[in-house]
């Protein structure tokens, strides 16, 4: 089965997530990257911001189209219990091009369920499977056996 991981990282945290994955099932990987600054302080409470308000955002073209794969797994931050809005608008504009779809994000305490519904929401799809990876999980580097569990139920 061909399979595309395609995430948003702010910090770094879902990407790692992102990259065990891709390495466990043998898929490719997008990032999806926002034209908006989003680094440091200020760039924190805008992300929040425009999370909660449920913003769009202008991403960069994607080299990797999700309708060449079987199954393809989106990766989102939860800001202010919201996906970031850069994957809020990869979905948006590819939803139609995705045959089957699973989720995941990081997080440092909660907002996974509201995230997932919304992803699911946003695609008109039910995932697959979802994954929630805690910040401190990944800091720590003990996210591995998810990942594992994760990638062999929707692989």
């Not at 680094?39 to 999370?51: E, L, M, P, Q, V």
């Amino acid at each position: 089965m061909e399979t595309l991981i395609a995430y948003y990282s702010r910090t770094g945290t879902t990407k790692k997530v992102a990259e065990m994955l891709a390495q466990k099932m043998g898929a490719e990987i997008e990032e999806i990257r926002d034209t908006v600054d989003r680094s440091g302080i200020k760039g924190y409470f805008i992300s929040g911001r425009d999370a909660m308000k449920k913003r769009l955002t202008k991403i960069e073209p994607i080299k990797l189209g999700p309708e060449g794969y079987d199954l393809v797994v989106v990766g989102t931050p939860v800001w202010a219990g919201n996906m970031s809005p850069a994957v809020r608008t990869y979905l948006a504009e590819n939803k139609e091009r995705i045959k089957t779809i699973a989720f995941f994000c990081t997080m440092g305490g909660s907002g996974d369920k509201k995230t997932f519904q919304e992803m699911e929401k946003t695609t008109g799809q039910k995932p697959a499977g979802v994954l929630t990876v805690l910040t401190k999980e990944v800091a720590s580097g003990k996210f591995e056996k998810k990942v594992q569990e994760f990638a062999d139920r929707i692989g």
